[in-house]
């Protein structure tokens, strides 16, 4: 079992996305209002799951990033320093 606080602060990576976050369509994540904040929260999770869908939210103070399947051809770039996120497709 992994303490929560160890997870504080990291890059955290799962198959599934976090409970909470709604994929609309592609390209397009909301936030359910059921979300829990948690205060031992990674500082970005990384998910897949949803092999045609991408997109960006965040959970409280975490950043969510949905990624597609490589197979639909595209890949995100992350900044640490700022959180941003660019999607692009490989050429």
């Excluded at 369509?25 to 092999?51: E, F, M, T, W």
């Amino acid at each position: 079992m992994v303490d929560k606080k160890a997870i504080a602060g990291s890059i955290f990576v799962s198959h599934v996305p976090p409970p909470g976050i709604l994929v609309l369509q592609q390209n397009d994540l909301a936030v359910s209002d059921s979300r829990k904040k948690l205060a031992d929260s990674p500082l970005v999770h990384i998910c897949g799951h949803l092999h045609s869908r991408w997109g960006t939210a965040f959970l409280g103070k975490t950043k969510v990033i949905q990624l597609a399947s490589l197979e639909t051809g595209h890949y995100a770039i992350l900044d640490l320093e700022t959180l941003e996120v660019v999607f692009e497709r490989f050429k």
